[in-house]
């Protein structure tokens, strides 16, 4: 157990909604990175919140979005859902900006797009 | 080109061989490198990182040439508990950590 925790654990939408995934830091981490995970693939980076800043993004246009509270816990949105939205979404907290390189991750929420 | 490239896969191996990961990234100015490992329908886990000597940790043996920008993980004597998906990690500016798509493992009793 990595002490982060993420809901829901599954959930099916169908295009054009919206979406909110959560996620509870471990204990002492201000960190929180998101990724989507195809089938198949690897983790791709989404963004980064460090201390309720984001703090670096990747290659995901702006229906993307998210925030991180004062408490370190975070949320993911994404609206006008596609198809090619459906993946399972991680996240993970470290101290710092993970320079250490071991993020803890959550169990993902796996998001099905009809 | 993808910034994190891996072997495909996946590998079926007995138990007890041998068997090498290959993985290239393509920033340069990339400043750290890690080996994960993700079992199936589970989260990604940090097997170990990976410095330019070189490391081991028991069976397992990672290595890092940095003029190549080239890494590599060597497993030992391969256990059926070593199936899993396994992920090269590269940490650009920032500390974000940016992942390959995986190279799945199969050991076979």
């Known amino acids: 157990e990595t002490g982060v925790t993420q809901s829901p654990t599954h959930l099916i939408k169908t295009r054009g909604q919206q979406v909110t995934l959560r996620c509870s830091s471990q204990?002492?981490?201000?960190?929180v990175s998101w990724y989507q995970q195809a089938l198949g693939q690897g983790p791709q980076f989404i963004f980064q919140?460090?201390?309720?800043?984001?703090?670096g993004r990747g290659n995901f246009p702006p229906r993307f979005s998210g925030l991180q509270f004062p408490n370190y816990s975070s949320e993911l949105n994404v609206n006008a859902l596609e198809l090619d939205d459906s993946a399972l979404y991680l996240c993970?907290?470290?101290?710092?900006?993970?320079?250490?390189?071991?993020?803890?991750f959550g169990e993902g929420s796996r998001l099905t797009v009809l | 080109r993808k910034e994190v490239e891996q072997d495909p896969g996946p590998f079926n191996v007995p138990e007890g061989a041998t068997v090498a990961f290959n993985c290239t990234y393509s920033?340069?100015?990339?400043?750290?490198f890690f080996w994960y490992r993700q079992d199936c329908r589970k989260e990604p886990k940090l097997l170990m990182s990976?410095?330019?000597s070189g490391n081991e940790d028991g069976r397992f043996t990672a290595q890092l040439n940095r003029a190549s920008q080239y890494i590599s993980l060597l497993i030992r004597d391969s256990k059926l508990s070593d199936s899993a998906t396994y992920l090269c990690?590269?940490?650009?500016?920032?500390?974000?950590?940016?992942f390959g798509q995986g190279t799945e493992l199969s050991v076979k009793p």
């Open positions: 993970a907290s470290s101290i710092g900006q993970g320079d250490t390189g071991e993020l803890f």
């Open positions: 204990s002492g981490h201000n960190t």
């Open positions: 919140y460090y201390r309720e800043e984001e703090n």
């Open positions: 920033n340069s100015a990339s400043q750290s």
């Open positions: 990976v410095y330019s």
């Open positions: 990690v590269v940490s650009n500016q920032g500390g974000k950590l940016i």
